[in-house]
């Protein structure tokens, strides 16, 4: 198969060789595009194509998956609910892969689509799957932060930053990323983590931008050069009234992507027969900082291989399906559609907790953590854990977004407090989880932090940390 016999579209040089560019934090060349902005859909797009074209492989629409199924140990299927008509659907399966991505829309400034809720992780938790890093979501540096940007993507201004040489400036228009260590002027590939922290600790400084982030400045890039490197996206950014050539745009940190995830060895498997991760629903591959450009890559290696190894299992494995192992499952989904049922019109509740859950967590367990901070959060948390079974649901069972709101904060919650224990856990600082009140890096804590559920309680260990492998090796070395 030649580099691009699926016709993604990669960028070529005038040789026709595959464009290589250097991203923050990375060495040399190594990270591909098709255009700056469409990379990622194009390769969804290209995917969906090939999908549609295999034979044996059966797509299906509006079907939000609840909870997995096991029976003696293993999972053998899922029960999940038929957004279109609010039918309960059970699927037999032989293996299930996880692969839901985040939950960074839990944090009121992120970059997610609406469904990153943390799904996948909570459905394994609950599954007696374990959880490793979950201390460390990243938070993409230069989010748009001002003017009102409406239709585009809030993380659009990375590769062009590193691409055209965007100047980072501090509310007194300087370059200020050199007094944090960092050789930055001219080069713009400085790691997430620390250009993250170094826009917070301007404006502790009051140097921030007016409103409390950075300026991103191509003001001196040429006019032409501009309009070659962001082909149609100068008029959208034009409609909303954003003139690279003449004015800066403010930037600040914002939740991106999740390090942490399902713990698997190598073979994508989790420690419960049956069940495998992949994408960024696996966790233990980046460590404390992921580098730009890897999530792609992660999607499409760790799918492979769930995918490959999955379909190993399925063909030595025979088909197991109980309904007295769903029944527990089912009477979840049939007790939630009842409230709703008899809700009477009454205002839902659930808008409002998700509200409050993104403010916590971007307050006290976002960038700056101390232990007072995250101790305050997950007292709040486990409040929040409590008072959520019985919010007031809207009325009806097709299309009722409060029900699919209910199971996505019965997700989330759980996620949040995994986070919000594994950083109090951690009395360090360490690429992406800053501690202000431990400000140090300490080599006590070169080691993994392993989460699961005991009863309903989230419940913590440490595992060494593996030098000679990487760390979903390591990780598979003890697994159950």
């Not at 100047?167 to 960092?182: A, K, S, T, V, W």
């Amino acid at each position: 198969m030649s580099s691009d016999s699926w016709n993604v579209g990669w960028a070529r040089d005038e040789k026709g060789r595959i464009k290589g560019v250097r991203a923050p934090g990375h060495s040399v060349r190594r990270c591909v595009y098709v255009d700056f902005l469409d990379t990622g859909p194009a390769i969804a797009q290209t995917l969906r194509t090939q999908v549609s074209r295999a034979k044996g492989v059966k797509r299906i629409s509006n079907l939000s998956i609840r909870d997995l199924v096991l029976h003696e140990g293993r999972v053998i299927g899922a029960v999940g609910t038929n957004a279109g008509d609010g039918r309960h659907v059970a699927i037999a399966a032989k293996a299930v892969i996880l692969a839901a991505g985040g939950l960074t829309r839990i944090f009121q400034r992120n970059s997610a689509s609406l469904n990153m809720t943390g799904d996948s992780y909570a459905m394994a938790l609950r599954a007696g799957a374990e959880l490793v890093d979950m201390e460390f979501p990243q938070f993409f540096p230069i989010g748009h932060l001002a003017p009102r940007l409406v239709g585009m993507d809030p993380i659009m201004w990375d590769p062009f930053r590193y691409k055209l040489g965007g100047r980072l400036l501090n509310g007194n228009m300087e370059e200020f990323l050199e007094r944090y260590g960092l050789n930055d002027g001219g080069v713009y590939s400085a790691p997430r983590d620390v250009t993250a922290y170094a826009i917070v600790k301007e404006n502790e400084a009051g140097r921030g931008s007016p409103s409390g982030g950075a300026y991103l400045s191509f003001m001196h890039v040429p006019e032409p050069e501009l309009r070659e490197a962001f082909g149609p996206a100068i008029e959208l950014l034009a409609r909303n009234g954003i003139d690279l050539a003449k004015r800066c745009v403010e930037v600040a940190p914002i939740a991106h992507y999740h390090m942490g995830g399902i713990r698997v060895n190598s073979q994508m498997q989790s420690g419960v027969p049956g069940l495998y991760a992949a994408g960024e629903a696996v966790g233990g591959a980046n460590g404390a900082n992921r580098l730009s450009g890897n999530a792609l890559p992660e999607a499409l290696v760790f799918g492979e291989r769930a995918g490959r190894f999955a379909a190993i299992e399925v063909k030595e494995s025979e088909l197991v399906w109980s309904e007295a192992a769903a029944a527990p499952a089912l009477a979840v989904l049939r007790d939630v559609d009842q409230r709703a049922q008899s809700s009477d019109g009454a205002v839902a509740q659930t808008a409002q907790l998700w509200t409050d859950l993104q403010q916590l967590m971007w307050k006290k367990v976002g960038l700056s953590r101390t232990e007072q901070s995250l101790s305050e959060a997950l007292v709040r948390l486990r409040q929040m854990r409590a008072e959520f079974p019985s919010l007031t649901l809207g009325s009806g069972s097709a299309y009722n977004m409060t029900i699919e709101e209910w199971f996505e904060l019965r997700s989330a919650l759980q996620v949040a407090e995994a986070i919000t224990l594994a950083a109090l856990n951690r009395n360090e600082s360490r690429g992406a989880h800053q501690r202000l009140d431990h400000p140090e890096t300490q080599a006590d804590y070169e080691r993994t932090q392993v989460l699961r559920l005991d009863g309903d309680a989230i419940t913590s260990r440490w595992i060494p940390l593996v030098r000679d492998a990487i760390g979903l090796q390591s990780n598979a070395s003890e697994m159950n």
